[in-house]
């Protein structure tokens, strides 16, 4: 590797300041650091704040997390964030490793080893880096600042019933290392997830899915911090966060060998507040120039809450979708504001969307019946709405009653939106939806 101009060699690292810390230690001084920066180490999660601290707390440990939840309530971005935070240590702080290990080892072991004589530092050297490495001059001794990437400080594994140990350990090919000679060649030694995972985060989502060959292979590196690629005698020295998701359906199926070495870490739905958030910021990326009135939002949020279970299992991702939905079909419509029609469009495409055969005429007894009134709701959040009622009741057009409307009134109604939502076709959407439901 260069450096101004130079190469730089593990000799370098005395004049340098190496980093000492293990990946959970890098973690929790950059969380630190952000702390004292005010900013937010899981911008783009919203609530879960006790989640996020235990979360924090047990990585800080070097402990393994499984983190238990329904479908859609953020237990995979709260992994794919961790990831992110101690990305932003490497950017900032410079860690070395050993030219061409294939675990990212800490340079500082193989430096502590061979300039300090310290013997418990060659358990930390892997065997590439022994054999190449471990009696040679450290002026000789190549290496490389880290920057972790997926594949390389990130794996990730998705659960399922076919995930073979190799695929996580990786593989010590005898017929290449017949062919080569070499047992230390990089054609002999196929790396697995844990391998590229070393040095930053292994997210295993959805753990409990996996078949136990697939969730034993996980032990040693869990309770050890080695792996042993399959075929192979040689063990390799880990530094990784092991971070791992699954839903409440499957929690029994993670072997109790495994979740013994885990930490697990509950998290519940956010609160409606907080969840309303989640779906802005996903309708902010949809690319349709379309207005979504706030109140119509978390009209879909709460009806999704509400409704949720009594039939089919109605989770945050159906509240991202319904409004996504609602979207759509205002844009379709050649609307630049979303109305009643479209929330009920989306509502009832995503409710009836999840059910089955079976549950088809349940789900339609669920929508007459238990439906909740977007009249009550704007109401009970925009009361002086009711004193524009004999005016929508005359024209039984909002548009026009619009025009007829006091302008005090208007500024009336106004007043309880959110600064944001403050605009006269705001306004008529809310009494579009009176007005039609109340003519209904």
Request: glycine content about 8%; proline content about 4%.
């Amino acid at each position: 590797m260069r450096v101004n101009g130079e190469f730089l060699r593990l000799i370098d690292l005395r004049e340098s300041t190496p980093c000492p810390l293990s990946v959970s230690g890098r973690f929790i001084h950059r969380v630190r650091e952000m702390i004292a920066l005010d900013e937010n180490a899981f911008p783009e999660i919203f609530g879960l704040g006790h989640v996020k601290r235990r979360l924090v707390e047990v990585l800080a440990t070097g402990s393994g997390v499984l983190i238990k939840g329904d479908f859609g309530v953020g237990k995979t971005h709260l992994c794919s964030a961790v990831f992110a935070v101690l990305q932003g240590y490497y950017l900032r702080h410079p860690v070395y490793t050993n030219e061409g290990c294939p675990v990212r080892e800490n340079s500082i072991h193989l430096f502590n080893y061979i300039v300090n004589n310290d013997q418990s530092s060659l358990d930390n050297i892997c065997p590439v880096c022994r054999h190449r490495y471990a009696s040679g001059a450290a002026g000789l001794i190549p290496i490389e600042r880290v920057y972790i990437t997926e594949g390389g400080g990130f794996a990730r594994i998705q659960g399922n019933e076919d995930i073979e140990p190799e695929k996580i350990l990786g593989m010590y090919h005898l017929t290449r290392f017949a062919e080569i000679g070499d047992p230390f060649d990089p054609r002999v030694l196929e790396g697995g997830k844990i391998a590229q995972a070393s040095g930053g985060v292994l997210f295993v989502d959805e753990l409990g899915l996996m078949n136990n060959e697939a969730q034993y292979a996980l032990i040693q590196s869990l309770q050890e911090r080695r792996f042993t690629p399959s075929n192979s005698r040689m063990t390799f020295p880990i530094d990784l966060l092991f971070v791992s998701t699954t839903n409440n359906t499957n929690d029994f199926r993670i072997h109790k060998a495994v979740a013994n070495r885990l930490v697990g870490i509950p998290i519940d739905r956010v609160e409606l507040a907080d969840e309303v958030l989640i779906v802005k910021k996903e309708i902010a990326q949809n690319g349709l120039d379309v207005r979504f009135p706030e109140l119509f939002l978390e009209f879909i949020v709460s009806t999704l809450r509400t409704l949720n279970n009594v039939v089919v299992y109605l989770g945050p991702r159906s509240s991202i979708r319904a409004a996504q939905i609602a979207c759509a079909s205002a844009f379709v419509e050649c609307r630049g504001t979303v109305s009643f029609c479209d929330v009920k469009e989306g509502l009832h495409t995503e409710i009836t969307g999840q059910g089955s055969e079976e549950t088809f005429d349940e789900i339609n007894e669920m929508l007459s019946k238990d439906f909740p009134s977007v009249v009550e709701f704007i109401k009970e959040r925009v009361p002086v709405i009711e004193n524009a009622f004999s005016i929508i009741d005359t024209f039984k057009d909002a548009e026009t009653a619009f025009l007829f409307m006091d302008m005090q009134l208007i500024d009336d109604m106004m007043a309880y939106l959110k600064e944001d939502d403050r605009r006269p076709e705001t306004i008529k959407a809310y009494l579009d939806a009176y007005a039609v439901t109340c003519v209904l």
